[in-house]
């Protein structure tokens, strides 16, 4: 027995450090409230397809669970406001949720966060009373089935839970919503659950653009702006707004809680009031988020501390109400086509090519799997390329006149071209998640004699 106690215990402390070690992460949310979006297959496989390895849902559809089952993607699930009355009333109904929503597709489909309720400060009828009773009735659930260590239970807020947020030190909690704070702040601190905030710069600058400048709220600022009590040192909103609410956390003496950034982004486009919803604006923002958050830089007042932010959206929701710019924050359409390059690595633009292996081709560009991205990273690309992307991939079968190097890159070169020719040769169509990159040589030393003719056509 006390051998079986001691093995449990060196792998919870294995668990414990591998978390520690972990540096900040950035995900993605994939919200639904569209009717023109692809199915929950589709959209595992494009996740996959971009190395994103941690996805938020809203609900606990049975469909999406299922598609990203032995993806290796965690996911973050969530508990509408709308069902937290019986959540809140009766452990029964949290017991039997998790059994029938959750323990069937557990751990193929790998659950690490639940949210019970979302922004319910903001809610047209206020159902704050409810979380605290909502939340211990889950985390009970898991405590039953022994996953209270391996699922962690929260709540989403906006930033309207904060009276004050500038100066960052001045921070502090709206006084009209203690009466739920306090007990979910005691939850959190106890049960080590994070605090999930949703930030957006963009209604900073949208709502006060003559307080707020462009720049600061894209982290593009060449200024600072100093926090006149701490002198702290801020260059963008994002930093300014976390810190916001690690001094308000701190001033109520709860200073373990860590932060996570259940949603920010920028939308791509909007009303005619909207001028800053742009495709180069949300590039630019969610570009510099990411090299900012999986660089640990952490902010001001907690430099080098992880967070882990999840963007949002994976896709644009047509059903959305409200300005145009409700509608136009994801990174895809429904076709899966990019809205927008971007890199989720942080690491800029694909591998290039060396200068000696380049030359001049009338301007005309192909496009090519690298040779340094991983074997599963382009088996992945390859079967988005030649299943979601559309791609006639016949010739690379075997007996065809390209299947010859049978190498993954070889195939793989083969359906990335096809794909960016058929989309317009643009920077966008060629990036399959940091695996393809351009060349202006003519490709064809990348294939055997076989493929020869069709590389005029083909690559």
Request: aromatic residues 10%; hydrophobic residues 40%.
């Amino acid at each position: 027995m006390a051998r079986g106690f001691g093995l449990i215990f060196a792998v919870s402390l294995l668990l414990m450090l591998l978390d520690l070690c972990r540096g900040s992460t950035i995900g993605i949310c994939y919200g639904r409230n569209a009717d023109d979006l692809p199915t929950p297959d589709k959209v595992a496989q494009l996740v996959q397809l971009h190395n994103i390895k941690y996805v938020r849902i809203y609900d606990s559809n049975v469909q999406v669970l299922k598609a990203f089952a032995n993806t290796g993607v965690e996911l973050m699930i969530g508990i509408a406001n709308l069902d937290l009355l019986p959540f809140s009333q009766f452990q029964s109904n949290a017991d039997s949720w998790l059994k029938n929503n959750i323990l069937p597709y557990y751990p193929a489909t790998k659950i690490t966060y639940i949210t019970v309720g979302a922004e319910v400060t903001e809610s047209p009828s206020n159902v704050s009373a409810l979380v605290v009773p909502a939340m211990k009735n889950v985390l009970t659930a898991l405590r039953k089935v022994g996953l209270h260590k391996r699922i962690k239970v929260s709540t989403t807020h906006s930033l309207g839970v904060l009276s004050r947020s500038f100066p960052p030190s001045a921070g502090a909690f709206n006084s009209s919503h203690a009466f739920f704070l306090k007990p979910m702040l005691e939850f959190l601190a106890e049960n080590q659950s994070p605090f999930m905030i949703d930030i957006y710069p963009y209604y900073a600058y949208r709502d006060s653009s003559t307080n707020v400048s462009l720049d600061y709220a894209l982290f593009e600022s060449s200024s600072e702006v100093i926090d006149p009590n701490t002198g702290l040192l801020y260059t963008n909103m994002f930093d300014a707004q976390i810190d916001a609410l690690y001094f308000a956390l701190m001033a109520l003496n709860f200073r373990t809680i860590k932060i996570m950034v259940t949603e920010t982004g920028w939308p791509s486009k909007g009303s005619p009031k909207e001028s800053a919803a742009t495709p180069d604006n949300a590039q630019t923002y969610n570009t510099n988020l990411i090299r900012h958050v999986i660089n640990d830089t952490g902010t001001p007042a907690k430099p080098g501390e992880k967070l882990d932010v999840y963007i949002f959206s994976l896709f644009n929701e047509n059903r959305k109400p409200g300005l145009a710019s409700e509608r136009n924050w994801g990174l895809f359409y429904p076709d899966q086509t990019s809205v927008y390059s971007l890199d989720f690595t942080g690491k800029g633009a694909a591998v290039l090519t060396t200068e000696a292996n380049v030359t001049s081709s009338n301007g005309r560009t192909w496009c090519i799997a690298s040779n340094k991205s991983s074997e599963m990273d382009l088996q992945n690309a390859l079967d988005w390329a030649c299943g979601p992307g559309n791609v006639d991939c016949t010739a690379i079968q075997p007996s065809q006149p390209c299947y010859e190097p049978d190498t993954t890159v070889s195939h793989a070169s083969f359906a990335f071209n096809s794909y960016y020719q058929q989309n317009g040769a643009t920077d966008v169509a060629c990036s399959f998640g940091g695996t393809g990159f351009k060349v202006d040589k003519d490709p064809m030393y990348l294939r055997g004699q076989n493929c020869r003719h069709s590389m005029r056509v083909c690559l």
